[in-house]
Antibody, heavy 131, light 106 residues
Framework: EVQLVESGGGLVKPGGSLRLSCAAS????????MAWVRQVPGKGLEWVGR??????????AYAAPVKDRFTISRDDSKNTLSLQMKSLKTEDTAVYYC??????????????????????WGKGTTVTVSS | DIQMTQSPSSLSASVGDRVTITCRAS??????LNWYQQKPGKVPRLLIY???NLQSGVPSTFTGSGSGTDFTLTISSLQPEDFATYYC????????FGQGTRLEIK
């Protein structure tokens, strides 16, 4: 069974740091692209960032509100995804979900087009930034 | 950044109704559009990817269509379990979500 289990959430003061982890099982983690999505309780979903698999380059991308403050990393030997958060703000308070990034491709003419989506979600871990 | 705007923000409907939710992108995103369903207290669930492809296990009462900047999610006959919040998401450049459409029982 494909499973993602987040941990590391908690209460932190503004300006502080926190590291979230996501333990993956039931699939080939080393070949998976992964992402973090957050949700303020009662509000909508917000994409935080993603990391490609190492065979695909292992590069990261971030949403503007967290760029330069958050860092996504992966340890394929431990099947673990991490989100290092620093300079936390009250507006970072949310439930943080770890997700797999699935893909599908379509051949149109001579070109392949790759479509990405979030297909497996963890149950989330809550981060509260408050003094 | 690509902005995604859903309409309506909330919608009341009855079991058996046909419902359409609209999502508009701030620029042309071809068919790089996904739809998710989230029930209260639950994690989001992928319904449709690449604008019109039904994810495995999703009932055929759900249909996605559109390309460019305008997309729709249609539920052909509402079932009690369909009352939830629906989100569109673009994957043309990284990702971004719409603000959500809350579908409530009339």
């Amino acid at each position: 069974e494909v499973q993602l289990v987040e941990s590391g959430g908690g209460l932190v003061k503004p300006g502080g740091s926190l590291r979230l982890s996501c333990a993956a099982s039931g699939f080939s983690f080393s070949n998976a692209w992964m992402a973090w999505v957050r949700q303020v309780p009662g509000k909508g979903l917000e994409w935080v960032g993603r990391i490609k698999s190492n065979p695909a380059g292992g590069t990261t991308a971030y949403a503007a509100p967290v760029k330069d403050r958050f860092t996504i990393s992966r340890d394929d030997s431990k099947n673990t995804l991490s989100l290092q958060m620093k300079s936390l703000k009250t507006e970072d308070t949310a439930v943080y979900y770890c997700t797999t990034v699935g893909s599908w491709y379509q051949l149109r003419g001579l070109n392949y087009y790759y479509y990405y989506y979030m297909d497996v979600w963890g149950k989330g871990t809550t981060v509260t930034v408050s003094s | 950044d690509i902005q995604m705007t859903q309409s309506p923000s909330s919608l009341s409907a009855s079991v058996g109704d046909r419902v359409t939710i609209t999502c508009r992108a701030s620029q042309d995103i071809s068919t790089f559009l996904n739809w998710y369903q989230q029930k209260p207290g639950k994690v989001p669930r992928l319904l449709i990817y690449a604008a019109s492809n039904l994810q495995s296990g999703v009932p055929s009462t759900f249909t996605g269509s559109g390309s460019g900047t305008d997309f729709t999610l249609t539920i052909s006959s509402l079932q009690p379990e369909d009352f939830a919040t629906y989100y569109c998401q673009q994957s043309y450049t990284t990702f971004s979500f719409g603000q959500g459409t809350r579908l409530e029982i009339k």
